[in-house]
T-cell receptor
Framework: SQQGEEDPQALSIQEGENATMNCSYK?????LQWYRQNSGRGLVHLIL?????REKHSGRLRVTLDTSKKSSSLLITASRAADTASYFC???????????FGAGTRLFVKA | EAGVAQSPRYKIIEKRQSVAFWCNPI?????LYWYQQILGQGPKLLIQ????????DSQLPKDRFSAERLKGVDSTLKIQPAKLEDSAVYLC?????????????FGSGTRLTVV
């Protein structure tokens, strides 16, 4: 089974609303990353949070990490139609440098 | 800085044929990764190189897939012979070190269709 699993699998919201996506993982990690993928394109790195960090911000993005629950959340505030994409969490496994991706959350922002 | 370059962008082949993909990482990036992304799924790591050495190839189907990174710069991934289930996007990524403190930079990928 995959290391990381995102929830929900799909999310549809109105422009201006906030979008929250969650990621759960199974083993200890060095860091957790979030990526965005527009249809038919490569992945774009959004934000990285280390295992000793609890919260991180970047523009309209807010990421939290709870290592005791092995979970993370990505919040996109004031969403825009251009935020429509798939969002993936990726965990770098502790003890090695292998990074494993989840199956992603498909976000659709309606104008 | 230039991004990760991949070619070709698209490839259609018949099953049992062979195919090769090429990747040129960001200059100076020591670590290079090949991922396979099947439609509707997340990327799956096939192989990871540190300079020209293999760090992890545990999920590479070695009976048909091979990869090399000569001189620790660009890399090629080959499939021979291809199967229908190999239809996917093959993504190359690079990072500055084995530990991705700043995340990976991905190329645009090669979309492979096996018919």
């Amino acid at each position: 089974s995959q290391q990381g699993e995102e929830d929900p699998q799909a999310l549809s919201i109105q422009e201006g609303e906030n979008a929250t996506m969650n990621c759960s993982y199974k083993t200890s990690i060095n860091n957790l990353q979030w990526y965005r993928q527009n249809s038919g394109r490569g992945l774009v790195h959004l934000i990285l949070i280390r295992s000793n960090e609890r919260e991180k911000h970047s523009g309209r993005l807010r990421v939290t990490l709870d290592t005791s629950k092995k979970s993370s959340s990505l919040l996109i505030t004031a969403s825009r139609a251009a935020d429509t994409a798939s969002y993936f969490c990726a965990t770098e496994i502790r003890g090695g440098f292998k990074t494993i991706f989840g199956a992603g959350t498909r976000l659709f922002v309606k104008a | 800085e230039a991004g990760v370059a991949q070619s070709p962008r698209y490839k259609i082949i018949e099953k049992r044929q062979s195919v090769a993909f090429w990747c040129n990482p960001i200059s100076g990036h020591a670590t290079l990764y090949w991922y396979q992304q099947i439609l509707g799924q997340g990327p799956k790591l096939l192989i990871q190189f540190q300079n020209n050495g293999v760090v992890d190839d545990s999920q590479l189907p070695k009976d048909r897939f091979s990869a090399e990174r000569l001189k620790g710069v660009d890399s090629t991934l080959k499939i021979q012979p291809a199967k229908l289930e190999d239809s996917a996007v093959y993504l190359c990524a690079s990072s500055g070190s084995g530990q991705s403190n700043y995340g990976y930079t991905f190329g645009s990928g090669t979309r492979l269709t096996v018919v």
